[in-house]
């Protein structure tokens, strides 16, 4: 059993190495049959540091002096790119691209500063012409010495792409021709000759397969491709960072491009006036950029009536004029960085989805947007210098409402104005509906005037306001009657020891037991009686004012009947006045009868503070203590009348 284990392993171990070998021969064979046609004096050092590169490494001391003073960027078995091409070693260069022929696998050759003669040129086009390149580069490339007319072989060639990036013709004497023949007729699909200072290309003299031209960065103007119609499978066209004037101009030169597609005349100088003729674009014109020009709103008039995407950024458009032509295949159009001051409609563009309106002059955008383009999937509106004000709240419920379809919201939304908000995002600015609403401002600020008039009036009622202002405006003009009537009398002087107040239906206590008690005897009390003292012809109130001021006191005989007299009132009103004008100590309350606080009416509020702070006499019941009832009343109202009111009151 072990001896048959050990067969097995060895066998196992002689069949893995034969494998090993069998393969390795292949891979050997393979690699010397793929460069069979590589000469060995054109290959580099160092080049070999991939199997299959195009230009493999090889160690003898001969081989190692190779070096033809290019560098080698890429390697590869369909890319080769070379750097440093020089006048010196250009026809090196030519003989390795004459190896290549077709059924090669290198496709891709990209050359990068190259300074060579015209001729040179010419003759590496032609050599990459009839090779196996598809695309072919040059970056950086100067032309040395004269230009001359060249014959060119556009047959047979496997090319399909011509970049040329940064050339500088040193020749200032030359057919312009000799130059743009060679590149407007070559039988290819897409060319390329950018930051160049080209400043024309003629037509094509027959019907050109050109897809794709990119002629960005140069000095081509107005003139360009006037007339031609060869350019009839063209379907993208670069003209970016170039010298264009007229969009009119631009247009016609389309007319003829049956295929064209895409068009970028960014960063010109393009305008556009009612002065120029009408524009004709061509019918396959479906996408094109007019961003960073000198365009206004009328570019509208001036447009592709098929065109689906629109790029007007960067211009000086301030509003989108009403009445232009309807744009119903329009699909996204970019007015960022203009002038507008408002989001534009959608009358002209029923089928617009993509809106840009960013870095605009928009403070307040209209809050219908929504609704004048219903099948808008995404606005971009930031970056405008919003006014957070009530109009903007609008806007804010229309985001909400629009399902998310404010794009860059909320970091792009930010207020400008006012300064006080300046920087705060639009999603944390509040205000409340009332704030915002002028109707429902105006109806609250109604209900609450109606509200607080409503009060002021019950408060009136119920605290008898009208009295009191008709009473002060009462003795106010009594007043001034009195000072402008009689200026001898401005000097108050004391006629009476004390002015009785009391009600009608007390007469019979006042008549009865207060004047004749009082008045009796000796150094008898002269009191202020209405029947007796009030001077007839004149009111009421100005007789009242008058006992008021020429008695020293005022007596209030309080009773029940006393609170439910208007005249009363008046009475203690006047008084109440003089006590608070004067600093007089000069009212006296006799409590004929107990008046219940419920029997007091509101207005009556003086009276009930009177009776809470001050000291009032009762009238007894019983007769023992009624003198004592009048030995302290007459005291309380002696004085001498005939000498003046400050020297008595100053005594007592």
Request: aromatic share 10%; with cysteine.
């Amino acid at each position: 059993m072990a001896e048959n284990m050990k067969y097995l392993r060895n066998f196992f171990i002689y069949n893995c190495l034969f494998a090993l070998t069998f393969w390795n021969n292949i891979g050997l064979a393979m690699k010397n049959e793929l460069f069979t046609s590589v000469p060995n004096n054109f290959l580099q050092d160092g080049l070999g540091k991939k199997n299959f590169s195009l230009l493999p490494s090889y160690t003898s001391n001969h081989q190692s002096e190779a070096n033809f003073g290019w560098v080698v960027i890429e390697n590869t078995t369909e890319s080769l790119s070379l750097s440093e091409i020089t006048k010196d070693n250009v026809q090196n260069l030519i003989t390795l691209i004459s190896n290549f022929r077709k059924g090669s696998r290198l496709q891709n050759l990209t050359l990068t500063n190259m300074s060579v003669y015209w001729e040179a040129l010419i003759e590496v086009l032609q050599t990459v012409w009839h090779s196996s390149i598809e695309y072919f580069s040059i970056t950086n490339l100067i032309q040395l010495g004269n230009v001359v007319s060249s014959r060119f072989d556009y047959s047979d060639t496997s090319m399909k792409a011509l970049a040329l990036n940064k050339v500088l013709v040193t020749d200032l004497y030359f057919s312009q021709d000799d130059i743009y023949n060679i590149f407007a007729n070559m039988n290819i699909e897409a060319l390329t000759i950018a930051d160049s200072e080209l400043i024309h290309m003629v037509c094509p003299s027959s019907d050109s397969p050109f897809r794709y031209v990119n002629f960005a960065k140069n000095d081509l103007t107005d003139l360009l491709f006037q007339n031609c119609d060869k350019l009839i499978q063209l379907e993208t066209f670069i003209l970016k960072r170039n010298k264009f004037e007229s969009l009119s101009k631009v247009s016609f030169m389309t007319s003829r491009m049956k295929s064209l597609r895409y068009l970028d005349m960014s960063s010109n100088l393009l305008r556009n006036s009612g002065a120029e003729k009408r524009c004709q674009w061509t019918d396959s014109l479906s996408e094109l950029d007019l961003s960073s020009n000198q365009l206004t709103e009328s570019v509208f008039e001036c447009l592709p009536v098929h065109i689906s995407k629109l790029d007007l950024q960067n211009n000086q458009i301030a509003s989108v004029p009403k009445g232009i032509v309807e744009l119903q295949s329009l699909k996204e159009l970019n007015l960022a960085s203009n002038r507008l001051a408002d989001l534009p409609g959608c009358r002209a563009f029923a089928g617009l989805e993509i809106l840009n309106i960013e870095r605009n002059l928009i403070l307040t955008p209209s809050a219908d947007f929504f609704e004048s383009c219903p099948s808008v999937k995404e606005l971009q509106a930031g970056q405008n210098p919003f006014k957070c004000s009530c109009e903007l709240q609008d806007f804010l419920r229309l985001e909400r409402r629009s399902g998310g379809k404010l794009s860059g919201w909320p970091e792009a939304y930010v207020c400008k104005y006012p300064e006080d908000l300046s920087g705060t995002q639009l999603k944390d600015f509040h205000l409340t509906e009332l704030a915002c609403n002028t109707t429902l401002l105006l109806v609250t600020a109604l209900l609450l005037t109606l509200v607080l008039v409503a009060v002021v009036a019950f408060l009136c009622i119920y605290l008898d306001v009208p009295w009191y202002v008709r009473m002060l405006w009462q003795w106010t003009r009594t007043k001034r009657r009195a000072w402008h009537g009689c200026p001898e009398q401005r000097e108050a002087v004391l006629q009476f020891h004390a002015f009785i107040s009391y009600s009608e239906r007390d007469s019979l206590w006042v008549k009865n037991e207060l004047i004749p008690n009082l008045e009796k005897g000796e150094g008898c009390i002269q009191l202020c009686q209405h029947e007796r003292n009030f001077i007839p012809g004149k009111s009421i109130v100005e007789n009242i004012i008058n006992c008021i001021e020429k008695s020293y006191k005022s007596i209030f005989v309080l009773s029940p009947n006393f609170v439910q007299s208007e005249w009363c009132h008046y009475e203690l009103y006047f008084a109440h006045h003089k006590l608070f004008s004067e600093n007089s100590d000069s009212l006296i309350l006799i409590l004929l009868e107990p008046i219940p606080p419920y029997v007091i009416p509101a207005r009556y509020h003086k009276l009930k503070a009177l009776m809470a702070k001050r000291t009032y006499l009762e009238w007894p019941k019983e007769r023992s203590k009624r003198a004592l009832f009048w030995a302290n009343l007459r005291a309380a109202i002696s004085i001498n009348l005939s000498m003046p009111v400050e020297q008595n009151r100053t005594e007592v």
